[in-house]
């Protein structure tokens, strides 16, 4: 029977009783709404651990101003019977006060300088303090051994390897592949917000991304006219392209002669959405 927990208190007492037990925590922190990539994450973690704990908080610290906060749909009673359904252990539920007792402005934060402020974090300036505030605080409260993330949001995953990494966060970090719509959309809370005929065209975000691939693949090598092209076809589709990068997975910088592996990412706005890709591929040599 899945529990519902709203205290850092109850949740510290539930977990510390597994951890008695000899059982092993897996984490999955989300903002809710979830589809089918979120039960990918949590089935992941199932797989890796023996008691599961599953996050729900749409996160103020992490939207800035005219962004989505007061729209993020807030799904929870169809989310707690697909996590239940999933086996999902306990689902953690606090309030915006259990989080922030003190308030968002007197919040110590944990900032990840460089791969934060690039891509996602030149558009959306604070966003990722914002994450990584969070999910410290989270992996303080929960004290998993494995933490599961989606590679759809492939900055984010990349920014918390690197907390995690430096400062030696004792959790072991996994990255599930995008789930994908039949016509290749990445499966998004945002999608909820698509017009029907804005739904139509956003699978053209992830045929961009891979024709991109296809291109690299077959030997092209001039990335910033790729990158301009790219551009180019997505505005032509009815996207406003916040950018399309062809970086190297490891850093998020320009692809150099050491880049072992290519990330092409891009995040474009159809009408009012927000919408983000990647793919990856290895670097021709
Ligand atoms: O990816 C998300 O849903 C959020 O950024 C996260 C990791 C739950 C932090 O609020």
Redesign the pocket.
């Known amino acids: 029977m899945m529990q519902t927990l709203t205290s850092i208190k109850a949740l510290q007492d539930v977990i510390q009783e597994q951890r008695l037990a000899g059982r092993t925590i897996g984490f999955v ?3 809710g709404n979830l589809h089918d990539g979120h039960l990918s994450l949590v089935r992941k973690a199932k797989e890796r651990s023996d008691f599961v704990v599953t996050s729900i ?1 749409v ?1 103020p610290l ?1 939207f800035g101003a005219g962004e989505d906060l007061d729209n993020y749909p807030r799904t929870l009673e169809a989310d707690s019977l697909q996590l239940e359904a999933q086996g999902n252990d306990v689902v953690f539920v606090p309030s915006v006060g259990e989080m922030y007792p003190t308030g968002m402005s007197a919040q110590t934060q944990v900032s990840v300088p460089q791969l934060s402020e690039t891509l996602c974090g030149a558009s959306r300036p604070g966003h990722f303090n914002g ?1 990584t505030t ?2 410290t605080k989270l992996f303080n409260m929960v004290r998993p051994d494995i933490a599961v ?1 989606g590679e759809k ?1 492939f900055q ?1 995953l990349s920014i918390i390897r690197k907390m995690v990494n430096d400062l030696c966060m004792p959790i072991e970090i996994i990255g599930v592949p995008t789930g994908r719509a039949a016509d290749g959309l990445a499966l998004s809370s945002r999608n909820g917000y698509l017009t029907a005929e804005e739904r139509s065209i956003a699978p053209e975000l992830n045929r961009t991304i891979q024709a991109c691939k296809d291109a690299i693949l077959s030997g092209a090598t001039d990335f910033a006219h790729l990158e301009m092209s790219a551009q180019e076809r997505l505005q032509a589709a009815g996207f406003k392209p916040d950018y399309f990068a062809i970086r190297d997975s490891n850093t998020l910088a320009e692809v150099t002669e050491q880049t072992q592996e290519i990330a092409i990412l891009a995040a474009a706005r159809l009408g009012a959405t927000r919408l983000i890709d990647n793919t990856r591929l290895a670097a021709p040599k």
């Open positions: 922190p989300t903002m908080f996160n992490q994450v969070v999910v993330f949001d984010q």
